[in-house]
């Protein structure tokens, strides 16, 4: 099967697998209301959508910040304030 979205590197899991996986009728995958009950599939989408792009955002920030610091410095209370922090 052709997944142009998924790149399988190394063995972990087996390009065989994902064909099954696909098929198999007794796997129930998420849904939106799996979430929050008002929730459809395309509102879900939506706001994955939304809050990827916040964390790219938040990437851009801390990526300028670090270009900014002294050579050597350690970054770390950049990386937990403009980083870890807002992503999780």
Known sequence: MNY???EIQGSVIAASL???LRH???????RG??????YT????KDEISFVWQE???HWMVFQSRLK???????????TRN????PLL
């Open 24 to 30: 198999d009728e007794t796997l129930r995958f998420q």
């Open 41 to 44: 599939d395309a509102r879900l």
């Open 55 to 57: 964390a790219k955002g």
């Open 68 to 78: 900014r610091l002294d050579q050597g410095a350690s970054a770390v209370t950049e």
């Open 18 to 20: 994902l064909g099954r």
């Open 33 to 38: 209301r799996d979430f929050y009950p008002g």
């Open 4 to 6: 142009p979205s998924i």
């Open 82 to 85: 403009l980083w870890i922090v």
